[in-house]
């Protein structure tokens, strides 16, 4: 089971490396136009140079606090819109017209009105970001208080719960999974976001950059940003997964 584990990625990373020496391949060849795309060892060795100026940090966590700080705000938004609307059929009732018209509008088509409320400074990016997290929590939110059993609910109330106390420790916990499921795919949705927002109306982080160097046609220097980028939402994914495993470790026994 150990080894099964171990090589479960294998296969992934051979179609990766394949990918790259074909890469590396079409652009000696003169296939691919090295102003369009450089070599990936070219890539390699500008990224290379990159880590070890420590250039990398600064403009990554620039990203990250704007991702983390709108993902915990639309996240709990997303939560307590979800909990409320399953749980009183009233809030319900009064909410839904509002997150089914908004829902289904890109959150990227946002950013352009909120530049004019908001500027162009952290307040805006941050908003954007926690806009664009909310409602798939929200939503899956909303299905996992619906999917609670009825009969656990009957009875919390034979045993006289409350009805904050049975929402806190019955409901929410039951309808755990769906939230976390809203919260990863909205993990992915923050980091589009905050990335486009920095493009946009942005003074740093690795969106700006990426944008910053494709105008100056620093197109090595484009590339590694984009690697970075993508390294980045690997790795926050794969941590968020393990938080996800430890959170739900009692549905495994």
């Given at each position: 089971?150990?080894?099964?584990?171990?090589?479960?990625?294998?296969?992934?990373?051979?179609?990766?490396?394949?990918?790259?020496?074909?890469?590396?391949?079409?652009?000696?060849?003169?296939?691919?136009?090295?102003?369009?795309?450089?070599?990936p060892?070219?890539?390699?060795l500008?990224l290379?140079?990159?880590?070890e100026?420590?250039?990398?940090?600064?403009?990554?966590?620039?990203?990250?606090?704007?991702?983390f700080?709108?993902f915990?705000?639309?996240s709990?938004?997303?939560?307590?819109a979800?909990?409320?609307?399953?749980?009183?059929?009233?809030?319900?009732?009064?909410l839904?017209?509002?997150?089914?018209?908004?829902?289904?509008?890109?959150?990227?088509?946002?950013?352009?009105?909120?530049?004019?409320?908001?500027?162009i400074?952290?307040?805006?990016?941050?908003?954007?970001?926690?806009l664009?997290?909310?409602?798939?929590?929200?939503?899956?939110?909303?299905?996992g208080?619906?999917?609670?059993?009825?009969?656990?609910?009957?009875?919390?109330?034979?045993?006289?719960?409350?009805?904050?106390?049975?929402?806190?420790?019955?409901?929410?916990?039951?309808?755990?999974?769906?939230v976390?499921?809203?919260?990863?795919?909205s993990l992915?949705?923050?980091?589009?976001?905050?990335?486009l927002?920095e493009?946009?109306a942005?003074?740093?982080?690795?969106?700006?950059?990426?944008?910053?160097?494709?105008?100056?046609?620093?197109?090595?220097?484009?590339?590694?940003?984009?690697v970075?980028?993508?390294v980045?939402?690997?790795?926050?994914?794969?941590?968020?997964?393990?938080?996800?495993r430890?959170?739900?470790?009692?549905?495994?026994?």
């Amino acid at each position: 089971m150990r080894v099964e584990r171990l090589l479960s990625p294998l296969p992934g990373l051979l179609v990766l490396a394949a990918l790259l020496l074909g890469l590396e391949w079409a652009v000696d060849a003169g296939l691919i136009r090295r102003a369009l795309m450089p070599a990936p060892s070219t890539i390699a060795l500008r990224l290379w140079d990159l880590l070890e100026a420590g250039d990398v940090w600064a403009p990554m966590m620039q990203t990250l606090r704007l991702v983390f700080t709108g993902f915990a705000i639309g996240s709990a938004i997303g939560i307590a819109a979800g909990l409320a609307m399953g749980w009183w059929p009233a809030v319900f009732r009064l909410l839904e017209p509002l997150v089914e018209l908004i829902r289904p509008i890109p959150k990227s088509a946002l950013v352009p009105p909120l530049m004019l409320f908001l500027g162009i400074g952290f307040t805006m990016k941050v908003t954007s970001v926690a806009l664009v997290v909310t409602f798939p929590v929200l939503v899956n939110t909303l299905q996992g208080v619906r999917g609670v059993d009825r009969v656990m609910l009957d009875a919390a109330r034979t045993h006289g719960w409350p009805a904050r106390h049975t929402l806190l420790h019955l409901v929410l916990p039951a309808a755990l999974p769906l939230v976390l499921a809203g919260m990863r795919i909205s993990l992915g949705l923050a980091m589009v976001l905050a990335v486009l927002s920095e493009m946009l109306a942005g003074e740093g982080g690795l969106g700006f950059l990426i944008l910053d160097m494709q105008r100056s046609f620093r197109v090595r220097d484009m590339y590694a940003w984009l690697v970075i980028l993508a390294v980045l939402g690997l790795a926050l994914n794969w941590l968020f997964v393990l938080a996800e495993r430890r959170a739900l470790h009692w549905q495994r026994r």
